[in-house]
């Protein structure tokens, strides 16, 4: 009895360490596991885009979208006279002085304003681009710089060149623009030359100088 129990034993461990060394192989021929791939993150809509040149458009969302493509060579502000401002397509404006006005036409019926100073300013204008530039599309707006104060157009004859006309490519002018302001704002001022263009996204750069004479 006890030598077939023995028999028995040794069957069942041989058996036994049969099946390890199949369970073994096996585990030794497999391929290691991959990992599951990580799923990708969605990718972000873009925003819509916004039509610049859209006339309807708010400040706000103007300033947001469009501020940025507006523009031209350089920093719009902070110039003074004398320096020159270039837009994108190539034409230069330089604000080159502002002379306090006294030749006026009596035949014309010109006088002083009592309280005024009657002034012309002068712009240097040249087209560095290559088509011509429509310079009745350039104006200006002066304001007081010390204690508030915007100046009034007005136009003295004697002298006058006014932004009228086209200007070619590689031709420089000068031109003229006539104001009056009223004395109680001083003699310091900042002179902003606009223009008007097809998509309204120029700039209007701002020179900053006083009065003479």
Do not use: H
């Not at 003074?80 to 230069?92: H, I, M, P, V």
């Not at 004697?158 to 002018?173: C, D, F, H, I, Q």
Request: glycine residues 8%; aromatic residues 6%.
């Amino acid at each position: 009895m006890s030598i077939i129990r023995s028999a028995a034993a040794v069957l069942l461990l041989t058996a036994s360490l049969a099946a390890c060394s199949n369970s073994s192989s096996d585990t030794a021929g497999a391929a290691p596991s991959t990992p599951p791939a990580k799923a990708s993150s969605p990718t972000p809509k873009a925003s819509p885009s916004v039509d610049c040149s859209d006339q309807s458009l708010d400040q706000a969302t103007w300033v947001e979208n469009c501020s940025d493509a507006a523009g031209g060579g350089g920093e719009s502000s902070g110039l003074t006279f004398g320096q020159a401002y270039t837009w994108d397509d190539g034409l230069k404006v330089t604000v080159l002085e502002v002379k306090q006005f006294t030749d006026y036409n009596k035949d014309a019926y010109e006088t002083p304003t009592p309280g005024t100073i009657d002034f012309r300013i002068k712009l240097r204008i040249t087209n560095s681009g290559k088509t011509p530039a429509d310079l009745s599309k350039l104006s200006t707006i002066t304001d007081g710089a010390t204690n508030g104060g915007e100046a009034s157009s007005t136009t003295f004859e004697n002298g006058s060149e006014p932004l009228e006309g086209r200007l070619a490519p590689g031709v420089t002018v000068t031109k003229t623009d006539d104001n009056e302001l009223e004395t109680k704002y001083g003699r310091k001022i900042v002179v902003t030359v606009q223009r008007v263009t097809d998509d309204l996204t120029a700039d209007f750069p701002e020179f900053t100088g006083t009065i003479a004479g």
